[in-house]
């Protein structure tokens, strides 16, 4: 079988960087890392840690934002917003030495766009290869830079939707293309770009049905490749929809209904399967055979998890035969992947944003509050630690090497074990 593009740029990174088998990935490309499901199997993080303890740096960052950080090399690149939003920004910090290198304004807004108090005007996280860095402030523009220099290679404000809520939708590469979805109140459309040249190569609309209230039809999901028989394809949730699209192409494949809006989890996928959360409205996880045409409402949904604890905004973690949800209001809990039955549910408390990360068996849920609760994979419940830093959290957190880097209202921690 054909190997997957993603997978292919997987085992070239781990070769470049890790120089020895076994060695944990050096790179944390995008939204959720090198496959987007916030996985990073072999770093061996702490389990605990406090402002004082375990932290090898901390770094204030000018601005406002909620963009993940992205990691390449020695490089980590975020997206701020300062002067409430009229001035967006890329910010680059050294990851050894946690010194701010870079903080250029890439769009300057006369008029910023409006947000959701829980949001940011730089909330999009940014997505990184060797020598470039992409960075996306929704409708307010996306813009490309040389990571050596900091240049602007290009800038492209031509993809525009009234996000009302302020952007959230991640980008994502595929092969040479920039992908993204734009699905505000007024449209809705999933894009691809010209990762050379910001060039538009194809803009699909959202087929699905439309409401009369325009404010259900805005979601905030960023994409995720699949292998479905040998056939990549994009995964891109919506309001009220979920479809798959080819990516070279972005001819639609197939669509699911569901009752829903403002979509914001990431997809996670394995087992033949494609798992969504659904969003605002009737709030559900869907396990969808991604292998139809047209729309397979009534056809496709293997099964269906349907109580209060489905996720609006934290995305899943699928970690072998079990898949792991965080509800909003901080109630956790595992599922057979393959059945939908529930094995066990706990409360943490506090409120949830960030998506979760799964890192040598175990299990990283970080807090609005800045309380992170480490858990162990598997089919018990075993808190392990809860870690608190006393700041926000919404951005979800990176892996470089053995460090955990989070991103909090006011700064960027770098958090190992320090003999």
């Known amino acids: 079988m054909k190997q997957p593009w993603w997978k292919t740029l997987l085992i070239a990174g781990l070769a470049l960087t ?35 303890h375990n932290v090898t740096w901390r770094t204030e960052l000018p601005g406002f934002g909620w963009s993940s950080p992205v990691i390449w090399g020695e490089q980590i690149w975020m997206t701020t917003a300062t002067e409430a939003g009229h001035s967006l920004r890329a910010l680059c910090v050294d990851k050894k030495s946690g010194k701010l290198l870079r903080d250029m304004e890439v769009f300057h807004r006369a008029i910023p766009v409006k947000i959701n108090s829980k949001n940011s005007h730089a909330s999009p996280t940014p997505v990184i290869e060797a020598g470039r860095v992409y960075v996306n402030f929704g409708a307010a523009g996306t813009a490309c830079l040389a990571t050596d220099t900091g240049r602007i290679l290009w800038r492209s404000e031509e993809l525009q939707t009234d996000h009302k809520e302020g952007p959230g939708s991640s980008p994502m590469l595929y092969q040479n293309l920039l992908m993204q979805a734009y699905d505000g109140t007024n449209t809705q459309f999933v894009a691809a770009l010209d990762k050379q040249t910001g060039r538009v190569v194809w803009q699909t609309s959202r087929s699905g049905a439309k409401r009369a209230n325009t404010d259900y039809n805005k979601a905030y999901s960023t994409p995720l490749p699949v292998v479905v028989q040998g056939v990549e394809q994009l995964v891109v949730p919506g309001a009220d929809w979920v479809y798959g699209y080819a990516p070279l192409t972005g001819r639609e494949l197939w669509r699911v209904g569901y009752h829903a ?29 991604p292998d139809g045409q047209g729309d397979v409402t009534a056809t496709h949904i293997a099964w269906r998890y349907a109580k209060k604890d489905a996720p609006k905004k934290p995305s899943l973690l699928l970690a072998g035969d079990e898949l792991y949800l965080i509800s909003d209001s901080g109630a956790v809990v595992c599922l057979d992947a393959k059945t939908g039955t529930e094995i066990w549910r706990q409360r943490l408390g506090g409120n949830f944003s960030a ?50 880097f989070l991103r909090t209202d006011q700064a960027l921690y770098r958090i190992e074990n320090i003999p």
């Open 18 to 52: 890790c120089g020895t088998a076994g060695r944990a990935l050096e790179n944390w490309p995008q939204f959720r890392g090198p496959e987007g499901q916030g996985h990073a199997d072999e770093a061996n993080l702490p389990v605990t840690w406090s402002a004082q």
């Open 261 to 289: 809006f403002s979509t914001t989890p990431r997809p996670v996928t394995g087992h033949g399967l494609v798992y969504i959360c659904t969003g605002f409205g009737t709030s559900e996880l869907l396990a969808i055979r």
């Open 355 to 404: 998506s979760p990360i799964i890192a040598n068996g175990r299990i990283y849920f970080c807090s609005e509050e800045g309380k992170t609760s480490v858990l162990a994979a598997g089919r018990e419940f075993r808190l392990l630690a809860t870690n608190e830093l006393g700041e926000r959290i919404m951005a979800s957190p990176a892996v470089s090497g053995a460090a955990l």
